[in-house]
């Protein structure tokens, strides 16, 4: 047979066999437009590669639709504000991140029909996709270094994390659903600063950078694994789920900071 042939048919299977395994990542790029992504993936546990190239502050958060429900009946209802619309169910993601930042989470998604919004610009990031029925796709986590758990209503960081690319897996005792942005405190910033800056809708100047993190699920059992590279500094995780589960956009309704989800931590050498 041809050699040329064998070795073309060779460097397919290889090619195919990299798409099927994901391991270069599924690619999600925020803009200030809109949110660019693949239009069906696989279901499993897969590896997201999340990168802002806008000009403000983004995320990208997976949610499942209900049977029945449509990408325009889902934005019919965040246009009049509703944060919750009955029978979603969130699957995670990668929270807010400043410019030009790039970060990576592992997370699970069963199959069905999403969304994916950054709630920093609700009312045009929303995007539909589907995760195909069909064989499972499941993405390795790599090991981690650190473990983050959450429970209400705090954070605890078990394990010391150096300066370099570091992983982190969060899981969470619930019973509330929570989040963990990730952000690294400037100079003579606080975690209190950081609290007034989400309040005041992200306006500069920013007291942090914005890296990411992890946004909440629905299902407390779900495990997301965040991998970052860290620098030494002043770092801040910040839970900002609404306490009330009726609360409404632009109601500045009190969120799991507000009562103590909150906590900073030290990166060293």
Known sequence: MNRVFLRTVATVC????NIASGTEGIRIVATDEKLEAPNTMRA??????FKNRGKQVHEAMFIKLPAGMSVADFQGQMNEGILFPEGVLDYSG?????????TEVWLPLDPGEYVLICWNHMR?????????DGKRV??????????????DFQ???QGHLKKGTRVIKVQSSGPSVHEADLFRLHPGHSASDVQRWYKND???PAPADALGGVLDSSDTKHVVWLRHSFSPGQYVFHCATPLDTHAK?????????DVGMVMTFEVGQ
Request: negative net charge; glycine residues 10%.
């Open 14 to 17: 290889l090619l195919a066999s």
């Open 44 to 49: 499993g546990m897969r590896h997201i590669v």
């Open 94 to 102: 990668a929270g807010l991140m400043s410019p030009g930042g790039t």
């Open 202 to 204: 992200l306006d500069d």
């Open 249 to 257: 956009s632009g109601e500045h309704s009190p969120v799991h900071a």
């Open 155 to 157: 954070f605890e960081l």
């Open 124 to 132: 045009h990031s929303v995007r539909g996709l589907t995760v195909s």
């Open 138 to 151: 499941d993405d390795t986590p790599p090991k981690e270094d650190a473990v983050l758990l959450m429970r």
